[in-house]
């Protein structure tokens, strides 16, 4: 099992959505949100001038150490059901619960009990 963030580690912050060049101009370009490398001979983009939206680079990519993690510096775990959650209750320290979202009011309540019986914790409540 890992052990949470150390608090002196830096948290990656908001994420840089990498939009593709002419997004805005066209609407089959900005509805697919997918990151294209610009290979215009005068693309703005690909020579990075001051001013444009950012290249993708690997120097944008988060420390291993929290890559993935919850801010609170847990491993989130994605639940759909009661044996989900009992599967995690031995290693309840370093992870966080979510819970699936296609989960109705019911089994929710059903899930936040069992929760916190094990003593675990719950990101979206």
């Known amino acids: 099992m890992t052990k949470p963030a150390k608090k002196n580690m830096k948290s990656p912050g908001k994420a840089i959505k990498f939009l593709r060049f002419d997004w805005d101009?066209?609407?089959?370009?900005?509805?697919?949100?997918?990151?294209?490398k610009p290979r215009g001979i005068d693309n703005a983009i690909r020579l990075e001038l001051k001013g444009y939206q950012p290249k993708v680079k690997i120097g944008y990519r988060t420390d291993k150490q929290i890559r993935g993690l919850h801010p609170s510096g847990l491993r989130p775990i994605l639940v759909k059901?009661?044996?989900?959650?009992?599967?995690?209750?031995?290693?309840?320290?370093?992870?966080?619960?979510?819970?699936?979202?296609?989960?109705g009011l019911r089994k929710r309540i059903e899930l936040i009990k069992k929760a916190e019986e094990l003593g675990l914790k719950i990101a979206n409540r």
Do not use: C, H, N, P
């Not at 059901?81 to 989960?103: C, P, R």
């Open 25 to 36: 101009k066209y609407y089959r370009i900005g509805r697919q949100e997918r990151w294209r």
């Open 81 to 103: 059901s009661v044996k989900d959650l009992e599967a995690f209750a031995k290693g309840k320290q370093d992870v966080i619960i979510i819970i699936s979202s296609t989960i």
